[in-house]
Nanobody
Framework: QVQLVESGGGLVQPGGSLRLSCAASGSIFSINVMGWYRQAPGKQRVLVAAITSGGVRNYADSVRGRFTISRDGAKNTVYLQMNSLKPEDTAVYYC???????????????WGQGTQVTVSA
């Protein structure tokens, strides 16, 4: 069994910062891509940022230059540092990871439970 546990969401004023964390645990052989998605009310879930095991990063245009994704391979943890937050960043943020559970298994997608980020004065 694999679990992704997120933390770090909350309420912040415009221009403020938050740091999200997501730790993967359980039966894990390797993790390829780890990423963050978000879903605002009434909208589809969209990619915010992702990082490969080799450190290649990808960002949505709306957050590039304000958000930074990083990971600690030894801890199976991915982080999202969010600076210069705007009201339009308000959403539930979900952690995602492509995880191989054994040396012979294909990668499968796993999701965290989501953490609320609210940017409001």
């Amino acid at each position: 069994q694999v679990q992704l546990v997120e933390s770090g969401g909350g309420l912040v004023q415009p221009g403020g910062s938050l740091r999200l964390s997501c730790a993967a645990s359980g039966s894990i052989f390797s993790i390829n891509v780890m990423g963050w998605y978000r879903q605002a009310p009434g909208k589809q879930r969209v990619l915010v940022a992702a990082i490969t095991s080799g450190g290649v990063r990808n960002y949505a245009d709306s957050v590039r230059g304000r958000f930074t994704i990083s990971r600690d391979g030894a801890k199976n943890t991915v982080y999202l540092q969010m600076n210069s937050l705007k009201p339009e960043d308000t959403a539930v943020y979900y952690c995602n990871a492509a995880i191989r559970r054994t040396v012979v298994s294909d990668p499968a997608d796993y999701w965290g439970q989501g953490t609320q980020v609210t940017v409001s004065a």
